[in-house]
């Protein structure tokens, strides 16, 4: 039987699958990470299968070849893969229905499902002590949750087309709002309305610290400043594939765009460069499911792909970083200055205080859902 069986599920509708389908199949560097059993140590040595729930398509097919098949030869432990757009409703109809069908999956802790999930006892603590030393050590404690851990971060970020500015392009927000020094048409998520506030901040001087709560003074001012860029906006992009074909066909000169997307085609050879100044960054995480029908394996396949040289082969070949910092001495050279886990660009981001946006203000909305009306109310104008 093959080490790895597709189950597809139905989805409501295409989201983050679309935005991680990327670079992983671009990216020419061999691969890293060659399990052995020997490898896997005794303490993740396995029978049966694990299963495993993630978004699909070219994302899905990387991370079995060069996550869950070196996990199979290391542990004796089969992978069995589903795909879903959102995890979190097909969890949800799970626990109603009383069966837990998945051991593992992918969540995004910015969405509402996950607080009630977790609140309501969805994900079973992770056993850190099947890591080994090299993977507590390179994951930082923010991303070592007791019921989740971070599994990649997701960026936008400023890029722009370095065949107009072959010298010195811009190196932050404040130069995309500088049309002056920085000519050109600019390009905006239509539906970010949460980075595109943190841009317009950024912008306008507020550093990263102040960004992770969005009062209402500072949504003022962030519609105040994104004012001032609106009429350069030639179009607000609504998916993330936009980003790059209006880029390098001159539609754009600079625009907001997620990480993998341009690290996909800066491996292809395309003209643009990332601007790491400002970035702001979320997290989705690898749950274990409470209930699950192979909880112990789903354990230890969490150890493994946190390992430092199994999280070098996902982030080479997803496209998308793991939080192992230990990962990056593994890495080709020249794809490390493209990722947020480069200490370097990590010192620019700005991470969001995810459970703040979660809480509810006295009208019963969340601060997200206040922040989001505010904006599109704004947008309509």
Not at 260 to 278: E, Q, Y
Not at 305 to 315: D, G, K, L, Q, W
């Amino acid at each position: 039987m093959s080490d790895h069986v597709s189950r597809k599920l139905p989805s409501r509708r295409v989201s983050r699958r679309t935005v991680l389908q990327s670079s992983a199949a671009m990216l020419s560097a061999p691969l890293i990470a060659k399990a052995t059993a020997a490898f896997g140590q005794e303490k993740l040595a396995g029978t049966g299968e694990v299963v495993v729930c993630s978004y699909g398509g070219l994302f899905t097919e990387n991370l079995r070849k060069h996550v869950s098949t070196p996990f199979t030869k290391a542990t004796g432990i089969r992978v069995v893969d589903v795909t879903a757009d959102e995890a979190e409703p097909q969890i949800k109809a799970m626990r109603g229905a009383g069966r837990i069908d998945w051991d593992i999956a992918f969540v995004n802790a910015f969405w509402p499902a996950y607080s009630q999930l977790s609140q309501a006892g969805a994900f079973m603590p992770i056993d850190y002590s099947l890591w080994d030393d090299e993977a507590l050590k390179g994951v930082p404690e923010y991303a070592r949750n007791t019921h989740a851990v971070v599994g990649y971060s997701g960026s936008q970020l400023l890029v722009y087309d370095e065949r107009l500015f072959p010298k010195s392009g811009p190196k932050n927000w404040a130069d995309f709002w500088n049309i002056k020094e920085f000519p050109g048409p600019r390009g905006f998520a239509a539906n970010s309305y949460l980075a595109d506030i943190a841009f317009a901040l950024s912008a306008d001087g507020v550093t990263q610290k102040g960004l992770w709560r969005l009062t209402d003074d500072m949504v003022d001012r962030a519609l105040r400043k994104l004012d001032e860029i609106r009429p350069h906006i030639t179009k607000w992009w609504t998916a993330a594939g936009e980003t790059i074909p209006l880029l390098v066909n001159g539609e754009y000169a600079m625009t907001s765009s997620f990480d993998g997307r341009a690290l996909a085609a800066i491996k292809k050879g395309m003209p643009i460069r990332m601007v790491w100044d400002g970035a702001s960054l979320t997290d989705n995480h690898w749950t274990i499911l409470e209930g699950g029908p192979n909880s112990a394996n789903a354990q230890k396949f969490i150890a493994f792909v946190n390992r430092a040289e199994i999280a070098a082969s996902f982030t080479q070949w997803t496209g998308y970083p793991g939080p192992n910092l230990n990962q990056l001495k593994y890495l080709p050279a020249e794809l490390v200055p493209l990722l947020s886990i480069n200490p370097d660009n990590a010192a620019k981001l700005v991470r969001y205080d995810a459970p703040w946006f979660l809480e509810s203000r006295p009208d019963g909305k969340s601060n997200a859902e206040h922040i989001q009306e505010r904006f599109l109310a704004w947008r309509a104008q």
